[in-house]
């Protein structure tokens, strides 16, 4: 068992541990958020047919001379759906909407804007532009692949996956993910409380991070701290689970009962890492399940999550560096105040970014302390300082933005 690590050698060895995830096939409309389990072809060339980018006129380019008012003889009118072959001939013109097929002969759109109807005519009083006409294949070639396996599925590539034909798609199921909270104190919001307990919180934030990262989470019952309800909870828990996340119980406490039956009975890979706040985290396997027992502070098991659980996804998913699902983004920000960083660990104090005509600013507003879930709340991001580093007002400094 490792001990002490830094947060980097921690996500390598999580990540070793990654899961292999079965495809399945889902219809669109429930591909929000999903992983691409294969690479995706277009069905069809997009455009899928020259068609006109306005609403105007189809033309012979060489009849109207830029500058001069051209009178054009009406052939037609081309509508979008419509596949009847209207031809364009010299002195010709045929009215287009947007999206419509281009008939055959015309080489150019002009704008309605720039026209007047005549009768049977039309004066044509702008230019005839070639750049109106959306090309067959211009965007997307026919078989061509378009999106790589481990893509994640954002509106904008859910629209793609229809355009290219795709009905339904491939994607990596839903790792599920067993949930337990540890503690004595802990009683369910909603519940009577008693003067010496405190409303169980972690699993439900667990979970709702869980399920925005494309996890299917299942909250346990949390268990009292001893050894044979964690036991039984977690032979469950490992029936059933890709991945099991505990909270509390890993620290040097007397009742830190994760720790201890980890450390008699399971696997545990390493334990601690350098970063403050969520020093204690421990990872390893409970039999063939991979298991990360996090912080029982409510911030520090949030922050433990994004940093160290959420590469096991990434792995698990395949997704690469610079993949739509994330928790947030890695920026450089200026201190507005001065914040601590921590003796030889990553420091994460909780910063509130916003963008100033400068660029990125970060102020604090909340108490630190790692028991403050609300800290999390009244900020958006915190900091990165590296190990006995402290930031002062005007430094400009890393620190991660929080989706
Ligand atoms: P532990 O890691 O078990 O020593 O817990 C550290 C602190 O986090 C203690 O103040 C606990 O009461 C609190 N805590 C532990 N588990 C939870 C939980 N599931 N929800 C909210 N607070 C918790
Ligand atoms: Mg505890």
Known sequence: MERGISLEKAISIVQLEKKTLSPELIHLDNAYGRILANPLNSKVNDPRFDNSAMDGWAVRKEDCSEGNETILQIVGISQA??????????????KIMTGAPIPIGADAIVMIEDSRPDNENV?????????????????????????????YMDAASISLAATMGHESIEVFCKPVVGIISTGNELVMPGSEIKESQIYESNSFGIAALVEGIGGKPIRYETVTDSVEELRNSLDRATENCDLIITSGGVSMGDFDIVRKLMELEGEVAF???????????????????????????????????????????????GTHKNSKLTLGKKVRVKMLNDVKGAPGKLCL??????????????????????????????HNGFTLLPPDTDANIGDIIDAFWSN
């Open 349 to 378: 104090r909780r910063i509130k970014i916003t963008n100033d005509t400068e660029g990125l600013i970060a102020t604090t507003h909340t108490h630190q302390g790692s028991g403050n879930i609300h800290s999390m709340v009244a």
């Open 81 to 94: 759906g419509k596949s009847e072959s209207i031809r364009v001939g010299p002195g010709e013109a045929c």
């Open 123 to 151: 004066i044509i009083l702008g230019p005839a532009r070639r750049t109106y006409i959306r090309k067959k294949g211009e965007n997307i070639s026919q078989d061509e692949q378009v999106l790589s396996k481990g893509h």
């Open 271 to 317: 334990w601690r890492i350098k970063m403050r706040p969520g020093g204690p985290p421990l990872f390893g396997k409970w039999k063939k399940t991979p298991i990360f027992g996090l912080p029982g502070n409510p911030v520090s098991s949030h922050l433990v999550f994004s940093m160290l659980v959420f590469p096991w996804f990434t792995a698990s998913f």
